[in-house]
């Protein structure tokens, strides 16, 4: 369902949660700093969570924007090339980072307190 969603938005999925966990991000850095947490702790507690989910959001951004080639095939040919479409493989890194992601966040959040 999650890849139909990103293949069906071309991509643009991936942004929008890109600009979201941004938003997200800057909400904790200030109630950080209301909470007297040094700086260096919370970049700390981020360093590794973020690069992850950047990562795994702009690699499932490329193959929604492989959309787009799939649905020019399609109408083109009438059919879809195995070829292009994603392989398991290709859908399953990402989110295994997502997942990671996930866990390195929850954590720095209940270690900061927020």
């Known amino acids: 369902m999650?890849?139909?969603?990103?293949?069906?938005?071309g991509g643009l999925l991936a942004v929008f949660i890109l600009w979201w966990n941004g938003f997200i991000f800057g909400t904790i850095i200030i109630k950080?700093?209301?909470?007297?947490?040094?700086?260096?702790i919370l970049l700390?507690?981020?360093?590794?969570?973020?690069?992850?989910?950047?990562?795994?959001?702009?690699?499932?951004?490329?193959?929604?924007?492989?959309s787009a080639k799939i649905t020019y095939i399609f109408f083109k040919d009438g059919s879809i090339s195995t070829v292009i479409?994603?392989?398991?493989?290709?859908?399953?890194?990402?989110?295994?980072?997502?997942?990671?992601?996930?866990f390195l966040e929850v954590w720095a959040m209940a270690y900061l307190g927020i």
């Open 32 to 40: 950080s700093i209301v909470l007297g947490i040094p700086p260096h």
């Open 44 to 66: 700390l507690e981020t360093v590794i969570h973020g690069p992850l989910e950047i990562f795994a959001f702009c690699w499932l951004g490329m193959l929604g924007l492989r």
């Open 85 to 102: 479409l994603p392989k398991l493989l290709e859908i399953m890194v990402p989110i295994l980072l997502l997942v990671t992601a996930a």
């Open 2 to 9: 999650i890849v139909v969603g990103g293949i069906m938005s």
